[in-house]
């Protein structure tokens, strides 16, 4: 779903990636991830979609809340697998959102 | 594919959306808008997902060059065909890209 942020200023994290071939343990991971950056001080949504590439945006009320989940040990251990069997590519953006509109029927 | 962008700063337009049924026109649309959003000056890219959500990130080197765009008349009219028609909601964030780093085999 679309993630119901706040007024802005705050943080975006835009994850882009390719991935190998086989799962190798990834849905699981990735879901328990999903799960445990929920418990982040300053978490405030996550969207995410796959096709041809994956695209996850999550949102943060701080830089330190972000530097927070990168350093979380499981997260980390998540990072090493990615870097070894998970991803062919990643881009990490680190942004700040500075305006947003929405639309809704 | 995961866009090749320049050195930091530059900004972000994440478009987060949930489609309508049907395709009433969107893909077509859809590809003529990613050419002619090439032709702006200042755009540097763009990744694009789709599954329950579709995400499109676009990256500009300027506000300038994305308020550019947004008033472009062939991109002002699908903004219009896309409240009336094909999005049921949508979530439009500017961003600025503060900091990346990338990984590839």
Known sequence: MIALTPATP?????????????????SKTATLMEELSKEIDGYLGIESARAEIGITVSYWSSLESIKTWKQQTDHRMAQKKGREQWYSAFKVRICKVERDYEFSI
């Open 10 to 26: 705050y943080y975006a994290v835009i994850f882009t990636s390719l991935r190998t071939d086989g799962d190798h343990g990834y």
